[in-house]
């Protein structure tokens, strides 16, 4: 299961979730911080198990094995099949930056209760997002294609494997302990 834990994230990551939650706190919107680092096994199980037909599973596979990215493709395999149970996510492990600790979800409270859609609590939304912008933090709201509201990261750039070699890869997951 994912961690909801700061201390989880890198310590430049932990400092800006801190900023935000005080920000959002300073314009009177609570903020949970719900999803911090998800291992790259647990991102392997959300992939493998969006995958009703096992298609992508075995493109992925060779594709990170064409790539260098053999292991990751290790992963896939380790945790074996799962169960479709609906779409989760189109990322497979080493593809979201919350594999690397930089990377955490988030929703606007109001009451005490999770408002997870933009038009039941624009003024949370907004504020998260200022927040995100004055903590130098890419912010998934502001994302063309995929809008991805709960979503802020320390890098630009969707998905990690595309700006990242091998080498380099390994050496961020190796250092913060992920592999």
Known sequence: MASRRLEDLTP???????????YCQGE?????????????????ILFRS?????YRVKAKIKKFRDRGFGFLADIIEKVGPQKYDGWKTNAAPGESWHGYREAFDAVPLLGGKAMWSYKSYKKGWDVYGEACYEAGLEWGGNWIKYKDMPHAQLRPG????????????K???????LL
């Open 28 to 44: 009177d919107v609570d903020l949970l911080i719900y999803c911090t680092l998800r291992s790259l096994e647990e991102q392997a």
């Open 158 to 169: 969707g998905n990690p494997l595309k700006i990242l070699t091998p080498e380099e890869v």
């Open 50 to 54: 969006s995958d009703k037909t096992g």
């Open 12 to 22: 430049e990551m932990q400092d800006k979730a801190k900023f935000i939650l005080g």
């Open 171 to 177: 050496f961020i997951l190796t250092k913060n302990k």
